[in-house]
């Protein structure tokens, strides 16, 4: 069974870049479409980056398109989100989970397993 471990969250201040890391155990993270999804208190959930099991494709928001990216190191069974140029508005708690089709959505309604979750905070 597919089990997600998130890490890299904290805090960092407006302009400040972190990495989330998204490790897989119990399958191959390469077997799944991956998603990054955020949620934020008063705000509706988010889905802001996807990457497909093949990386073909990848999307983004509009939200995030620029300052972010995805990306998979097949060795580590590991996926990533590389986020720059952060902005207070992007303070939330980010979830990866597994897209169940393989392909690459952000709606999150289609994501299968999901990470346990790490806050991100962006001070202004």
């Known amino acids: 069974q597919l089990q997600l471990a998130q890490s890299g969250g904290g805090l960092v201040q407006t302009g400040g870049s972190l990495r989330l890391d998204c490790e897989a155990s119990?399958?191959?993270?390469?077997?799944?479409?991956v998603g990054w999804v955020r949620q934020a208190p008063g705000k509706e959930r988010e889905a802001v980056s996807c990457?497909?099991?093949?990386?073909?494709?990848?999307v983004y928001s509009d939200s995030v398109k620029g300052r972010f990216t995805i990306s998979r190191d097949s060795a580590k069974n590991t996926v990533y989100l590389h986020m720059n140029n952060l902005k207070p508005e992007d303070t939330a708690i980010y979830y990866c989970?597994?897209?169940?089709?393989?392909?690459?959505?952000?709606?999150?309604?289609?994501?299968?397993?999901w990470g346990q979750g790490t806050q991100v905070t962006v001070s202004s």
């Open positions: 989970a597994t897209i169940v089709i393989g392909l690459c959505t952000l709606n999150w309604r289609a994501y299968a397993s």
């Open positions: 119990g399958d191959d993270l390469d077997y799944y479409g």
């Open positions: 990457i497909t099991k093949n990386d073909i494709e990848t």
